[in-house]
């Protein structure tokens, strides 16, 4: 070959190489430019199915902390009431096995996990890429497993086999659900005297509050992650 023909072949083969190596680079970086696009994405609507379980998470606790807050109200009253008199007239024992049935009620809270129960099974932590929201995420849902079998548990266990089976009282479960059986009135002398019956007010009202403290707890942890989540959104 000619020397000059031969430079025109290097030069064009050269050229070659450059254009498939453009290329190669050009699809990488498109390649590269999808999979950023589909984290991003994945990354949005955990974000945004996360904000919506919070949000929940949020609105379920006040709504407990309004009805502890009641039943705290109800021990309060009842000791009052109790305290106040010698004997129960019916009127007084229709507004105690109102005020009682009251603080039957189990409140409990367990948090929203469907999504975090998604992030973690398909190990797609990685996809929220703001290590403090991560953090605190995770962090979250760690310390809401701790209350749920801790303090909930042991204060359902107070509940079914102290506090429920203590207050009930045959002239309470007569008014309260309406039984036209004979019944003799209340004697408060006694019941004011009595430890067990004063004992379990006291547990509900401590458990109760306990709980309240806990949960406002909660409420901040939440609304702190639901603050970040709605900047990293306004920022996509």
Do not use: C
């Not at 190596?21 to 999808?34: C, K």
């Not at 949005?44 to 199915?49: A, M, N, P, T």
């Not at 105690?96 to 932590?125: C, V």
């Not at 007010?201 to 509050?209: D, E, F, I, R």
């Amino acid at each position: 070959m000619e020397q000059n023909k031969t430079g025109r072949y290097f030069k064009y083969a050269i050229g070659e190489i450059i254009l498939v190596v453009i290329g190669i680079l050009i699809a990488l970086q498109i390649n590269n430019w999808n999979e950023n696009r589909k984290i991003n994405y994945q990354e949005f609507v955990y974000l945004q199915d996360l904000k919506n379980d919070v949000t929940f998470d949020i609105k379920t606790l006040n709504a407990r902390v309004t009805d502890n807050n009641e039943i705290v109200r109800n021990i309060d009253a009842i000791l009052t009431l109790i305290s106040s008199k010698k004997m129960f007239t019916e009127q007084d024992e229709v507004l105690l096995a109102d005020m009682t049935l009251k603080l039957f009620g189990e409140s409990y809270f367990i948090p929203e996990k469907g999504t975090i129960n998604q992030i973690q099974s398909s190990s797609s932590g990685s996809f929220i890429k703001n290590k403090t929201l991560r953090d605190l995420i995770f962090r979250y849902y760690s310390n809401a497993e701790r209350i749920e079998k801790n303090m909930e548990q042991s204060i359902q266990i107070y509940q079914h086999q102290i506090i429920t089976p203590t207050l009930i009282h045959p002239a309470i479960a007569k008014k309260s659900m309406n039984i036209d059986a004979e019944v003799p009135l209340l004697d408060m002398s006694l019941l004011i005297k009595n430890n067990d019956y004063l004992n379990a007010l006291a547990l509900k009202s401590v458990g109760t509050q306990n709980q309240n403290i806990q949960y406002l707890k909660i409420i901040g942890k939440a609304e702190k992650i639901l603050s970040i989540i709605n900047t990293e959104l306004s920022n996509d």
